[in-house]
């Protein structure tokens, strides 16, 4: 039998196929609308190419992409078939799990410190920075392992100062626990080799070194030797030797045109002012003076500066006494280094070195 459009059975027909079209279409869409998942990250929608699923009841996501909106690096390791994920905030992660790891890092039963900075060193380490008054020690980790290695501690009196490839590099100062701090020195921290290496540092600024309570010392004589400036100092005779030969305290100030250092706690002879004027490409000129115990302490901002340039002093009562001034004129803006040497018979030499 055949309908016609003006047939009232061919017009409940079409209305019957609608419905069940309709009917057909919101079942799909509703079980359509079960098994699509939105993925969401930190509030932003991504679209990975596997899309998320609901398997038996559970949220299924691929992780790397979940991994990599989160800041994070995956990776496959297929012969172990192990998916390695390093998390992207895994600084702050550890910082919160190491300050509840409470006496991991004690150095003493009264001295638990605090970790006050993390650095990321590659992939999968980082340089974890303890700290307990003003005692600095350094730690690589791995967060792969979990190992944890001191590589710097806190005698160096060190400050990290920057990473280049698979070497770390601090800026130290020396002291131990006596406060006899030297000039500023490099160490240089191999990762691979496990290695600490320790290196001459010139520098381009002013910076005070020495101790605070080290003996008198008497002025010998200034030279030049070998290319550099040589300071002679003896331990004053009656002083009483306990506790070992610490430098003075010393403040060296850089000019545009050359150096003045000013060594405390000092006797000098009354013919002790003089100059020199040495055969050097950069060094036009040396001359030296005594000043008296009343001379007032110069560079209170550089005294009360953090390691390793200053010398973290909340009061300079603690330095007086005569001291001795060395001026140094160089041709430009001098880069400079000084080390220290002692003698068993208590003598003490400051080699300065200017390039």
Known sequence: MMLSRSNPGFKLFIFLLLAIAAIIFLVAGTAFAEKAVRLVVDGKEISPDVPPQLIDGRAVAPVREVAEALGAKVAWDAGNRTV??????????????????????????????????????????????????????????DAETG??????????????KEARNNELVFVAKGGGDCGDYSFPYLLRYDVESKKLYREELYLTRSVAFGASGSWEHVFKGVSFKDGAVALELAV?????????????????????DGLTVRI????????????????????????????????PVANEDLLKEDFPYGAALKSTAAIQGPSLL??????????????????????????????
Request: net charge neutral; charged share 30%; hydrophobic share 35%.
């Open 236 to 256: 004053a005779p009656e002083q009483v030797l306990a506790g070992g030969h610490k430098r003075p305290f010393t403040v060296v100030d850089r000019r545009h």
């Open 326 to 355: 060395v001026e140094i004129d160089t041709k430009g803006e001098p880069v400079y280094n000084i080390d220290t040497s002692s003698t068993p018979n208590h003598k003490l030499t400051y080699i300065v070195k200017i390039k």
């Open 264 to 295: 405390y706690g000092v006797r000098c002879p009354k013919s002790s002012e003089g100059e020199l004027k040495p055969d050097h490409p950069l060094i036009e000129r040396i001359s030296w003076r005594a000043l008296p115990a009343q001379e």
């Open 147 to 160: 190992e944890k290695d001191l590589i710097v501690d806190f005698m160096e009196n060190a400050r990290f």
């Open 84 to 141: 390695k994920v390093v998390a992207g905030d895994w600084p702050g992660q550890l910082a919160s799990s190491l300050d509840r790891a409470g006496g991991e890092f004690r150095l003493a039963p009264n001295a638990e410190g605090e970790v006050k900075k993390l650095w990321r060193v590659g992939e999968h380490r980082f340089l974890l920075e303890h700290v307990w008054n003003m005692d600095y020690s350094y730690f690589l980790c």
